[in-house]
């Protein structure tokens, strides 16, 4: 089974009056239905039922992590359910519901299906085209010389959703956004794979780089602020420390009152890769 249901076509639960999608995460019983082959971790797609109400989700067990020399501490299914709690104190759209919960294979994170159920072509807002034909929509990342294909431009467009991902990105310190990790579902861009994030030293390696330098939106200024008085607050800070080490809390909250006073894009770094590998 693939997850690359990417692009838009049939929602995988449509708008429901009255499911209450975390209680459904937090209490469904799990069915699962496959594993998400193109996944580097043990990822499966399972269906939650509680009552009436029925949901698609992904479930990654712990104990199919695999052991990772940069990201020693914690696990990818905790920083995957953090990831979700900083994005909602801070109003960020772009993360689904994520819970962290026993299931069939042990404790792991929960996270509500986004997109269509079945693959779809690949999502367009970030592309490899030849540089001779950029357009103007479109933000060039990086140039690539190409074995078959000559040289080409890693681009993304220009785009306010993709704008504000790459602020919490930004905030979430995050070591690995790829192109595959982007879901357009209508008009709702979503965002998934977050278990290399929040390490205490700078990990930013993204494809979404064409602002560098550039003033931050006011609604992600906005959202800066927001989740910087919340991390002043007990209670995302205790939701926090059940799923962080102390150091990667502290981190969080020093890069949130930074990017908040600079105000700008990073810019790339020149003493390591910035670049996720492989982009998709």
């Avoid at 502290?250 to 810019?267: D, K, M």
């Amino acid at each position: 089974m693939r997850r690359n249901g990417r692009g838009r076509g049939e929602a995988a639960v449509p708008d429901a009056a009255g499911l209450d999608v975390e209680q459904v995460l937090e209490a469904g019983e799990i069915e699962v239905e496959g594993r998400l082959v193109e996944a580097s971790n043990l990822a499966l797609r399972v269906w939650l039922t509680q009552g009436e109400q029925r949901l698609p989700a992904v479930y990654k067990p712990i104990s199919g992590e695999r052991d990772l020399w940069d990201f020693p501490d914690g696990t990818l299914a905790g920083r995957e359910r953090a990831t979700y709690l900083v994005a909602r104190a801070g109003g960020w759209p772009h993360i689904p519901q994520t819970v962290l919960r026993d299931g069939p294979l042990g404790s792991g994170s929960v996270q509500r299906w986004v997109g269509p159920l079945e693959p779809t072509d690949p999502i367009s807002l970030v592309r490899l085209d030849p540089v001779r034909e950029l357009e103007s929509s479109f933000l060039p990342v990086v140039a690539l010389e190409l074995a078959d294909d000559g040289p080409v431009a890693l681009c993304h467009a220009d785009d306010s959703r993709l704008a504000s991902l790459a602020v919490l990105d930004a905030v979430l310190n995050n070591a690995d956004r790829k192109g595959s990790h982007l879901i357009e579902d209508g008009d709702h861009l979503w965002a998934i794979d977050h278990g290399l994030t929040f390490h205490p030293h700078a990990k930013l390696r993204t494809i979404l780089w064409g602002w560098a330098g550039d003033p931050f939106p006011a609604d992600d200024l906005q959202r800066l602020a927001r989740l910087d008085a919340a991390l002043a607050e007990p209670d995302l800070i205790a939701a926090l420390a059940a799923l962080l080490t102390p150091v990667e809390v502290t981190a969080l909250r020093n890069r949130v009152s930074r990017l908040a006073e600079e105000g700008v894009f990073p810019e790339p770094p020149q003493d390591r890769t910035p670049l996720p590998w492989p982009l998709w």
